[in-house]
T-cell receptor, first 117, second 110 residues
Framework: GAVVSQHPSRVICKSGTSVKIECRSLDFQATTMFWYRQFPKQSLMLMATSNEGSKATYEQGVEKDKFLINHASLTLSTLTVTSAHPEDSSFYIC?????????????FGPGTRLLVL | KQEVTQIPAALSVPEGENLVLNCSFTDSAIYNLQWFRQDPGKGLTSLLLIQSSQREQTSGRLNASLDKSSGRSTLYIAASQPGDSATYLCAMDSSYKLIFGSGTRLLVRP
């Protein structure tokens, strides 16, 4: 099946620093990737839709200048949390959109746990 | 506003029981409905995907149904095992976005 990887799997950083998270589709090309955020014991909330070669589409309430998304190739999207603060600590999950002849679905990465001290 | 609701929020059952997890959604114009499993601190594992033209999907001990008219889906787990303990999420696919429910935390006691 389609595989999506994320790197790093977990990161601890100091408040005020920036953190970059990579999302890769390993065996298929994805023109669209999605970034989600999950707080403890809560569900996934869509942050933004990442489109290859164009600007990301952000959900309401998500600061585009804080969460920078770059989708430079058909297999890689990056999320950079700029000037991270403790309230940004969360589980970030990406997914890649696979469109087949009969179906479309998203394949999810294993997630990145961010802890901002 | 598109919303997905899951009931119950948590469930604890003895091993061997058959159980049903419920999911309701507000948008009848869905593309498909997916059920996922999430283990603590991990990503999502897709269990079953039901396209809007389908009524149910089966995989092993799992069976998921979809009723678009009533805005409901159920996940049936037969002969539950301790290894089934996890959080189960349903997600509605509408307009190229997945909208997730808050999940049902399942504990199967040995």
């Amino acid at each position: 099946g389609a595989v999506v990887s994320q790197h790093p799997s977990r990161v601890i950083c100091k408040s005020g620093t920036s953190v970059k998270i990579e999302c890769r589709s390993l065996d298929f090309q994805a023109t669209t990737m999605f970034w989600y955020r999950q707080f403890p014991k809560q569900s996934l909330m869509l942050m933004a839709t990442s489109n290859e070669g164009s600007k990301a589409t952000y959900e309401q309430g998500v600061e585009k200048d804080k969460f920078l998304i770059n989708h430079a190739s058909l297999t890689l999207s990056t999320l950079t949390v700029t000037s991270a603060h403790p309230e940004d600590s969360s589980f970030y999950i990406c997914s890649a959109h696979l469109i087949g002849p009969r179906i479309k679905t998203q394949y999810f990465g294993p997630g990145t746990r961010l802890l901002v001290l | 506003k598109q919303e997905v609701t899951q009931i119950p929020a948590a469930l604890s059952v003895p091993e061997g029981e058959n159980l049903v997890l419920n999911c309701s959604f507000t948008d009848s114009a869905i593309y498909n409905l997916q059920w996922f499993r999430q283990d603590p601190g991990k990503g999502l594992t897709s269990l079953l995907l039901i396209q809007s033209s389908q009524r149910e999907q089966t995989s092993g001990r799992l069976n998921a149904s979809l009723d678009k008219s009533s805005g409901r889906s159920t996940l049936y787990i037969a002969a539950s095992q301790p290894g089934d303990s996890a959080t189960y999420l349903c997600a509605m696919d509408s307009s190229y976005k997945l909208i997730f429910g808050s999940g049902t935390r399942l504990l199967v006691r040995p």
